[in-house]
């Protein structure tokens, strides 16, 4: 009886099943991200915007600093279909369609290093490392778009090179998709460019056969043709190519933090990358070298670009990993798991895969599978006194609120700024709305460049003083996070009269945490 059933239950069989589910728990726990997103309020206005016009909104008709000029959106699309599943799914949609990208990615990246097999362990731990690289990029945004085309490149082209498949005919339709999804094509377009150049120019010194170079110069040419497949043609290519050089006064955008404590898993996942690279640096993976190179640059200039990192490191490094292992045990074959240690893996195996999923499923289950907005980072109250009380007018706001405030908002209150960037607003705008937000002085200069009628503005000490001043600016709410002005001007003088004769209600109740 005992000998069948250690028979039924061979521990290696369960240590590869069990390393199979560990990632899967983790992009559980790592993408369960339930807050909001600055941008998700405009994306999905935006998209709603489109689908009720039939046509792309080309001016924009949303702030006082811009308006009528051009808006060059490249998100259309993703937009688009985040406004159709919060309409016909919710909150709870928009959740799981996120959640199911990032586990559909973790698939396609198991099928990347089939053969040969990997080892359990060391897959398991390096896609780990992957998922909590890729996790900081996991929120509603269309830039899910671009980590799911970009691993589908990755995939095409890996089957082209390592298996003798063909289907590089599919990269020019996935990049008419993909350029009007999210302005991150150009990642999929440079990791092509950097694999053609690489076959070509070890083509040419004679380190390589160059077999197939012909044909993925075809598809490639095929491929960046296909991105001026896009509403704004060649416009929008000018435009990012342009936006890119310029700097971002944005988080996502700084460069990668070295020397602190953040984001180990990445730093941990780039060292061994590193290591891999050094020791396995042959002809045959020099494709994949190169483009482990090009997103390795591109995450330590900007953070949005880790996850592209992860993802394509992750296959290369599990390979190396496991061929690494692989020659040890060949030079001492006393150095393999006994079945004692398989039972300890499993049952690590299990304790994490449980933890994960315990603490991500319990995110969403607290949340009652809704998008949190958290009360203190948004005007919640703010913006529901002026809808309560009727305000209108130019709307000079942080940065960070813009497209919450167009939510709730527009088209009654035009604002100063938001998340469009530079799609949309001049860089003067850009660069005197992120100065300004420094100090006392920034704030004094902002305000008197653009004369709005209404201020929305956080609780900071220059406006403290504001409300001393009843001469230019009257004060008419304020909150925790908050405070709301209204200019005293002949245009606002039924606003304010009606303030100043008592007639604004105030909110009474806690503010929701709920989306939007």
């Known amino acids: 009886m005992i000998r069948c059933l250690k028979a039924k239950f061979r521990p290696l069989a369960w240590v590869e099943i069990w390393a199979k589910i560990l990632p899967l728990a983790a992009a559980v726990f790592f993408f369960s991200f339930v807050t909001a997103d600055p941008d998700l309020w405009g994306h999905i206005r935006f998209g709603e915007d489109l689908w009720q016009a039939g046509r792309l909104v080309r001016q924009d008709p949303y702030s006082f600093t811009a308006f009528g000029e051009p808006w060059i959106n490249h998100e259309w699309l993703a937009e688009l279909i985040f406004y159709g599943v919060y309409r016909h799914f919710g909150d709870a949609g928009l959740l799981f369609g996120k959640l199911g990208i990032g586990v559909f990615i973790i698939a396609l990246l198991t099928r990347l290093r089939r053969f040969p097999k990997p080892i359990p362990a060391v897959y398991a731990i390096v896609m780990m490392l992957a998922v909590s690289a890729m996790s900081p990029g996991f929120m509603i945004r269309p830039q899910l778009f671009s980590f799911l085309l970009f691993t589908l490149f990755l995939y095409v082209i890996h089957l082209y090179f390592e298996h003798g498949k063909n289907y590089l005919f599919l990269l020019p339709a996935m990049m008419i998709l993909w350029v009007n999804l999210h302005g991150g094509f150009l990642m999929g377009w440079a990791l092509l460019a950097v694999v053609v150049l690489w076959k070509t120019s070890a083509r040419m010194v004679g380190i390589d056969r160059g077999d197939g170079l012909k044909t993925i110069w075809i598809w490639f040419l095929c491929t960046s043709l296909a991105m001026l497949v896009n509403p704004y043609c060649h416009e929008l290519l000018t435009f990012l190519f342009r936006s890119l050089s310029a700097p971002r006064d944005i988080s996502e955008w700084a460069p990668l933090p070295l020397w602190d404590r953040s984001m180990l898993g990445l730093k941990f996942l780039m060292l061994l990358t590193a290591g891999c690279i050094i020791k396995y640096r042959s002809i045959h993976n020099g494709w994949e070298i190169a483009g482990i ?41 006393k150095l393999v798991l006994t079945d004692t240690s398989r039972y300890i893996l499993i049952i690590f195996f299990c304790v994490q895969t449980g933890a994960l999923l315990y603490h991500g499923v319990s995110r969403y289950i607290d949340a009652g599978f809704r998008i949190l907005v958290d009360p203190d980072e948004y005007p919640v109250q703010a913006v529901a006194f002026m809808k309560r009380n009727g305000l209108k007018g130019d709307l000079l706001v942080p940065f960070e609120w813009g497209e919450y405030a167009i939510w709730h908002l527009a088209p009654g209150c035009r604002v100063s700024i938001d998340g469009r960037f530079r799609t949309v607003y001049p860089e003067t705008v850009i660069r005197d709305h992120f100065v300004g937000g420094h100090d006392g002085e920034g704030w004094r200069a902002l305000i008197t460049k653009y004369p709005a009628d209404i ?47 008592g007639e604004y209600t105030y909110p009474t109740s806690a503010p929701s945490i709920y989306f939007p």
């Open 293 to 333: 190179l090009l997103t390795l640059y591109a995450s330590l200039r900007h953070q949005r670009h880790m996850p592209f990192f992860g993802i394509i490191a992750a296959p290369y490094v599990t390979f190396c990993l496991s061929t690494f292992i692989r020659s040890l045990q060949t030079k001492f074959p």
């Open 455 to 501: 201020l929305l503005v956080r609780q900071v000490p220059f406006f403290q003083d504001l409300i001393k001043d009843q001469t230019e600016w009257t004060y008419v709410y304020s909150d925790r996070v908050g405070v709301v002005f209204i200019r005293n001007t002949v245009k606002n003088q039924t606003m304010l009269g009606r303030f100043k004769s």
